[in-house]
């Protein structure tokens, strides 16, 4: 009925639960079963490269992003090596924005000692251009993180298609 097990990122439990013989309780498990498996992929995948080119961070990262209907805030704290240490769900917003707190950004940053980090956020509508707003919150977080001796290395925005680079586009100067 779903077409393939690729289409189960896609179900919501209500649509799962709606299928003959799947109730909510293995919706639910398969749901779960769907994001663990996308976590176990995303870590061991991503522990063992560096994270020095958009494109790969791209495609690492994208299913953080599958199917979400809010904006969301990850930032990705990076060793000298540009090794990762952590990534971090730190904000979810609406369909179009999200407030985000520098302290929050730069708590976990000094937290995990890390040396750079990368902002990534979803555009759910799918537009590729950067708000003024984008623009004017990462020119904030590189300047506080220069003060910190944090380097911010990219903000990339995720859309379903593609993505947007601030450091690919010469906004990170």
């Given amino acids: 009925k779903i077409n393939g097990l690729e289409n189960l990122k896609d179900m919501s439990v209500y649509e799962l639960s709606s299928i003959k013989g799947v109730g909510l309780t293995k919706a639910i498990t398969l749901l779960a079963s769907v994001e663990l498996g996308k976590r176990v992929c995303l870590k061991s995948e991503t522990?063992?490269?560096?994270?020095?080119?958009?494109?790969?961070?791209?495609?690492?990262?994208?299913?953080?992003?599958?199917?979400?209907?809010?904006?969301?805030?990850?930032v990705l704290y990076l060793d000298t090596n540009k090794r990762l240490i952590s990534s971090e769900l730190l904000?979810?917003?609406?369909l179009d924005s999200s407030t985000v707190h520098p302290r929050e950004i730069f708590k976990c940053a000094v937290k995990y000692s890390a040396a750079s980090i990368i902002l990534m956020?979803?555009?759910?509508?799918?537009?590729?251009?950067?708000?003024?707003?984008?623009?004017?919150?990462?020119d904030t977080i590189k300047t506080l993180g220069k003060m910190m001796g944090i380097k911010i290395i990219d903000h990339i925005i995720f859309t379903s298609e593609s993505y947007f680079s601030f450091f690919e586009n010469g906004l990170m100067k």
């Fill in 47 to 74: 522990d063992k490269e560096k994270l020095n080119n958009s494109k790969k961070i791209y495609e690492r990262f994208k299913s953080l992003f599958w199917n979400q209907k809010q904006e969301l805030f990850y």
């Fill in 91 to 94: 904000f979810k917003g609406t």
């Fill in 121 to 138: 956020h979803n555009h759910p509508s799918g537009s590729l251009e950067p708000s003024v707003n984008d623009i004017d919150f990462t």
